[in-house]
């Protein structure tokens, strides 16, 4: 059974600086990416950042140039750095990983921006 925890979240100034992790656990049939999601109140969840198996990156245009997502050699944990954040940033995140039989996902963790 797949599992995603996420942590790292938390209340921060404007301009400040956070960083995310995601520890996946069980097997992953034929991984296609890992990612972050994000959902603020009132709206849709909406992509934030992910990497392909490849190792390919893709970003949110509000995000670029400022949040960066990795991940370790094994592919068991997903980061995403958060720099210059701004208020527009508040949501909870989400970690996702999409596999060839769907995708998965963690049960979020508050990331609040104060201006």
């Known amino acids: 059974q797949v599992q995603l925890v996420e942590s790292g979240g938390g209340l921060v100034q404007a301009g400040g600086f956070l960083r995310l992790s995601c520890t996946v656990s069980?097997?992953?049939?034929?991984?296609?990416?890992m990612g972050w999601y994000r959902q603020a109140p009132g709206k849709e969840r909406d992509f934030v950042a992910s990497?392909?198996?490849?190792?390919?990156?893709d970003y949110a245009d509000s995000v670029k140039g400022r949040f960066t997502i990795s991940t370790d050699n094994s592919k068991t944990l997903v980061y995403l750095e958060m720099n210059n954040l701004k208020p527009e940033d508040t949501a909870v995140y989400y970690c996702?990983?999409?596999?060839?039989?769907?995708?998965?996902w963690g049960q979020g963790t508050q990331v609040t921006v104060s201006s």
């Open positions: 069980g097997s992953i049939f034929r991984l296609v990416a």
């Open positions: 996702n990983v999409r596999s060839a039989l769907g995708d998965y």
């Open positions: 990497t392909n198996s490849g190792g390919a990156t």
